[in-house]
């Protein structure tokens, strides 16, 4: 199966982007991402969402992409987020511990109220 890329939302004003991932993320279909993903960085976003409820599967080289793109984040104070995985992508990402830095929710609502929790404790300080 290939890989199917939808870049849910992009823009500067929330500097957020949301992309979702259907398929298997291997050495075949990295390039794919990685092509979607360098007009993305170039635009600088804070933040870019990987919404994984239909990826399937990932190799090494999909899990570089996604270091790759959380190293470009970070230089700039950014984050990448993941959610909804597969409980196959996430037992994969736990063995390999491959992911430092990268937040994880169970699905959107999760990290939605995680996100106004923090900026409400931000906002009390």
Known sequence: MALKIRQLSHGTVSETSRIALEGRLDGSTS???EQVLKP?????PKVVIFELAK?????????RVLIETQKSLSARNG???????QPQIQKVLEIIKALPGIAVFRNVDEM?????????KYKKE
């Not at 993305?40 to 600088?44: R, Y």
């Not at 939605?112 to 409400?120: H, T, W």
Request: net charge negative; proline share 3%.
């Open 55 to 63: 990826l399937d599967f990932i190799s090494s080289a999909g899990i």
């Open 31 to 33: 390039p794919e991402l």
């Open 112 to 120: 939605d109220k995680y996100l106004a929790l923090m900026q409400e």
């Open 40 to 44: 993305i960085l170039d635009s600088n």
């Open 79 to 85: 984050s990448v987020i993941l959610t909804e995985m």
